[in-house]
Nanobody, 115 residues
Framework: QVQLVESGGGLVQAGGSLRLSCASS????????MGWYRQAPGKQRELVAT???????NYADSVKGRFTISRDNAKNMVYLRMDSLKPEDTAVYYC?????????WGQGTQVTVSS
């Protein structure tokens, strides 16, 4: 059974930082492209950042220079370091594991940035 469990969300003031973690089980994440997505109220889920099995990263323009995705394959963990947070970053953040046509999602963790 595949599980992705996010943690690290919370309430933070604008300009602050958070680090999200995604703990994976049931898959070998070194074989997967791992990603973080977010969904704000009334909006569609959108890509935040991805990291391939080879370590290449991709970021949404809105978070470039502020967020950093990383992975620890030995621990089956993926992280999202978020700095200089803005109120518009408020959303539920989801971890994703993708490989070919297979994809898995976590249950999400709420991030709220107050102004």
């Amino acid at each position: 059974q595949v599980q992705l469990v996010e943690s690290g969300g919370g309430l933070v003031q604008a300009g602050g930082s958070l680090r999200l973690s995604c703990a994976s089980s049931g898959i070998i994440i070194s074989l997967y492209t791992m990603g973080w997505y977010r969904q704000a109220p009334g909006k569609q889920r959108e890509l935040v950042a991805t990291i391939t099995s080879g370590g290449s990263t991709n970021y949404a323009d809105s978070v470039k220079g502020r967020f950093t995705i990383s992975r620890d394959n030995a621990k089956n963990m993926v992280y999202l370091r978020m700095d200089s947070l803005k109120p518009e970053d408020t959303a539920v953040y989801y971890c994703n594991a993708g490989r070919f046509s297979t994809g898995y999602w976590g249950q999400g963790t709420q991030v709220t940035v107050s102004s």
